[in-house]
């Protein structure tokens, strides 16, 4: 009661949450109750929180959109904080948007559109945020979060405010230096190039026909569930596997793209884990090549 008090008191009632469902907040529509959830406002609540946190030695997890989450059916003992709903702002000066982290890839995309500027049309159907797509390097279609990021400003370990340029941000294959230092991303600035609207408009109606017609949108799922294999694909190792439609309780390999774990009939978040334990097994047992998963899995299983 001490520790929902003091988050009252930096954010807000109406921002504390108890014994909040995460299946509400993560697009597998799966998970267990985080005993606090969080939702600030301004960058000045998420470091006096990440502060009181430390302090108090609670357990934290910094979330986006839960477009690459999993929680365990038991829940989360420790404090999630959301950058999304509330941390969104976008403005465009020229070329150059900056956005806070919680901004949507899709909301950015359509801005940059109505502007007349392209470079992010790959972004446009990740469910995710600026935040967690920084933090991992999101790519699709050929494009990437690093083609277009020119610098960050991030809460550090030490509870500081810093710039963090693109060429210091380490990102790689759904990797960067934020992934590995504890770093909360604020906010970022991408940078884009001066185009023809209608052209881009074109560009990102061309991409949303390729997912829908390729990828299993129908279902919750998070995504790609497993990271490329160098030299393969993970979706393509799968099927060949046989374990197109492989089924564990409510999960399922997607039939229409085997790179998907999908929540095909309410499934727990044990189901969607002991499924993706078991395919990388039996993916490693017939090619010799390991899949990880690209889905972050926090709390108790």
Do not use: W
Not at 105 to 133: D, H, N, R
Not at 167 to 187: A, C, K, P, Q, T
Not at 243 to 269: M, P, W, Y
């Amino acid at each position: 009661m001490d520790l929902y008090q003091e988050l009252c008191g930096i954010l807000g009632e109406e921002n504390v949450f108890t014994k909040e469902p995460m299946s509400r907040h993560t697009t597998f529509r799966a998970g267990g109750p985080a005993d606090f959830f969080v939702t600030p406002e301004k960058e000045g609540q998420v470091r006096k929180t990440l502060s009181l946190l430390k302090e108090a030695q609670v357990p934290r997890y910094i979330m986006g959109n839960g477009s690459n989450l999993l929680v365990g059916d038991r829940g989360y003992r420790g404090v999630i904080l959301q950058i999304c709903k509330k941390m969104n702002r976008i403005r465009i000066q020229d070329t150059v948007i900056q956005a806070q982290a919680g901004a949507l890839l899709s909301k950015i995309a359509a801005e940059a559109q109505a502007k007349g500027l392209t470079g992010f049309e790959f972004a446009s159907g990740i469910p995710g945020s600026l935040g967690g797509a920084a933090m991992m390097n999101a790519g699709a279609y050929g494009g990437e979060m690093k083609q277009v990021l020119i610098q960050a400003q991030i809460l550090n370990a030490s509870g500081e405010i810093e710039d963090v340029l693109a060429e210091e941000m380490e990102l790689g294959y759904r990797s960067s230096v934020f992934s590995r230092n504890g770093g909360v991303i604020l906010s970022a600035s991408i940078q884009l190039e001066p185009g023809d609207p209608p052209a881009i408009q074109s560009r990102m109606e061309e991409l949303k026909f390729l997912r829908t017609s390729k990828q299993p949108l129908e279902y919750p799922s998070a995504g790609s569930t497993f990271k490329r294999p160098e030299g393969y694909f993970a979706g393509k190792l799968i099927q060949d596997a046989g374990l197109r439609g492989f089924q564990v309780g409510g999960a399922q390999v997607s039939e229409k793209h085997c790179g998907f774990v999908i929540n095909k009939d309410q499934a727990t978040a044990m189901d969607i884990r002991s499924l993706m334990e078991q395919v990388s097994e039996k993916v490693y047992a017939q090619f010799g090549v390991r899949l990880e998963p690209e889905v972050k899995l926090i709390g108790e299983f």
